[in-house]
């Protein structure tokens, strides 16, 4: 099955430390996104990439990084720079630069990152 | 002055009557509109997407776009209370460093039976 899979569902984290989101695809897709979502609010873009080995800063990338080694691949780690750091957060694959057309982008189920 | 920016809502509406969703946009360089919906707790599922001027149907929903005025819509017709969710409206900036995907804060729907 095509998808794009987050891991883990549930993510508890101490105050302090660095945590990493997980986020697969096997779509084929050249772009790939994190978004973060607080209650009642929109997603705000944190990170993107087009193309494997670069990636560019969103709205809100203040206390987050990522790699991208593979096409497939683009976690997200959250630092413990990051104050406020509880969460929905989702990963998002699209066709990417080499389409106009069909450029949809398809989520992950999310990650629910809580500090404890 | 937010890139992607919708009425947060609620938009009460009755079961069986027409919603109607807006959305604007600030950069007039943007490519791709999109209409997702999402039940609170899941992710977005995506319902529409509009590429060029003009309407877009889709069984009950029709997307409009106009690029000179910077909007989007999204109509609702025969809306049922399974359409009670959040919409979100979001769109593709180019930018020379790559496709930008941005969302605006959604409006959230209820549907009334």
């Known amino acids: 099955d095509g998808g794009i899979t987050q891991s883990p569902k549930y993510l508890f984290r101490k105050e302090g430390q660095n945590v990493t989101l997980s986020c697969e695809q096997n779509l084929n897709h050249d772009a790939m996104y994190w978004y973060r979502q607080d209650p009642g609010q929109g997603l705000r873009l944190i990170y993107y990439?087009?193309?494997?080995?670069?990636?560019q800063k969103g709205d809100i990338a203040e206390g987050y990084s990522v790699s991208r080694e593979k096409k497939e691949s683009f976690p997200l780690t959250v630092t413990s720079a990051q104050k406020n750091p509880t969460a929905f957060y989702l990963c998002a694959s699209s066709i990417g630069w080499r389409s106009f057309t069909n450029t949809e982008a398809f989520f992950g189920q999310g990650t629910r990152l809580t500090v404890v | 002055q937010k890139e992607v920016e919708q009425n947060s809502g609620p938009l009460s509406v009755p079961e069986g009557a027409i919603a109607s969703l807006n959305c604007t946009y600030s950069d007039r360089g943007s490519q791709s509109f999109f209409w997702y919906r999402q039940y609170s707790g899941k992710s977005p599922e995506l319902i529409m997407s509009?590429?060029?001027?003009g309407d877009k149907e889709d069984g009950r929903f029709t997307a409009q776009l106009n690029k000179a005025s910077q909007y989007v819509s999204l109509l609702i017709r025969d809306s049922q209370p399974s359409d009670s969710a959040t919409y979100l409206c979001?769109?593709?900036?180019?930018?020379?460093?790559?496709?930008?995907?941005?969302f605006g804060g959604g409006t959230r729907v209820l549907v009334k039976p």
């Open positions: 509009i590429y060029s001027n």
């Open positions: 979001a769109v593709t900036m180019i930018k020379a460093a790559g496709n930008k995907l941005t």
């Open positions: 990439s087009q193309i494997v080995n670069d990636f």
